[in-house]
């Protein structure tokens, strides 16, 4: 157990605008393997930022720390239509990954959100809250699909064993629902070969921008040098959906080669926001990757959405 004071002390750092982003992002993780109502009172304090890559950080680590007090907050923000559609998005997913039901009637109001990724996010989530509540979560415990090697709270379980080419086919399938397309994709993360990661990179090509997002978020999990060409691809492409682009930057980040270095640097001065600070995180996210200090909980990758 940790006394008020540190928790405090790391959630003054989060809240301080005038902190590197990178220090901030830092304290945040800090606060979400704490844990506890002190660290989610400090991390639903600064949805007040202006940032939307760190509001969206936030949630984030609300839904990852699985904790029912995160409830209100994340309700608040994701019926908020001032806040960014990419901190909404979060938050909405930041609910299914909680699990508890008592969101469920909610969830499905905002799956007829107007904003596209708003909509899609919280369908995902009540399905995922259906699965649960139909015993999925003990199939899972019972060996009946691939087992998640990463420990993150996913928005979808992957897939029962199939082929990478079946896996693939369903992964790029844009009539199945988009449930079981992401199932396609946690088991190809799953399976972690390359042939899997160049299956996941077609992905990055599909017509949903929140589809492609998470492509971006689970090809930096796997961390593979063979998605670079694939990331940097979506990284590039100036039309993209910014947070693409941004998850793509943090997948880059989060695999660490001395190759991807060039890339983040250059939209290090990104018109976008977003694109931009998630470059200076992912900067970051390199230099820790290749150092003996601090390291990432869980890879900073995430960053999700």
Known sequence: MTSVEPVAAVGEVLMDPGQDL????????????????????????????ESALLKHELAYCLGQMQDRLAIPTLTAVLK???????VRHEAGEALGAIGDPVVLDLLKEY??????????TCQLAVRR?????????KQLEDGSTDKNPYCSVDPAPPAVKKS???LRSSLLDETLPLFERYRAMFALRNLGNEEAVLALGDGLLCSSAL??????????????????????AALERSGENPMVRHEAAEALGSIGKEECLAVLQHYRGDG???????????????????SEQFQYAD????LQG
């Open 22 to 49: 990178t220090r901030r992002f830092r304290a945040l993780f800090t606060l979400k393997n704490l844990g506890g109502a002190e660290a989610i009172e400090w991390i639903s304090k600064a949805f007040t930022d």
């Open 80 to 86: 908020d239509t001032l806040q960014e559609p990419m």
């Open 111 to 120: 799956s007829e959100d107007p904003v596209i990724e708003v909509a899609e």
């Open 129 to 137: 809250l259906e699965w649960l509540q139909t015993g999925g979560e």
């Open 164 to 166: 990478v080419s079946e």
């Open 211 to 232: 589809f492609r997002h998470e492509i971006g978020y689970v090809l930096g999990q796997m961390q593979h040098p063979a998605a670079v060409p694939a990331l940097r």
């Open 272 to 290: 976008e926001r977003v694109v931009k600070e998630s470059c200076e995180v992912a900067l970051d996210m390199l230099e820790y990757e290749n």
């Open 299 to 302: 890879g900073l990758v995430r």
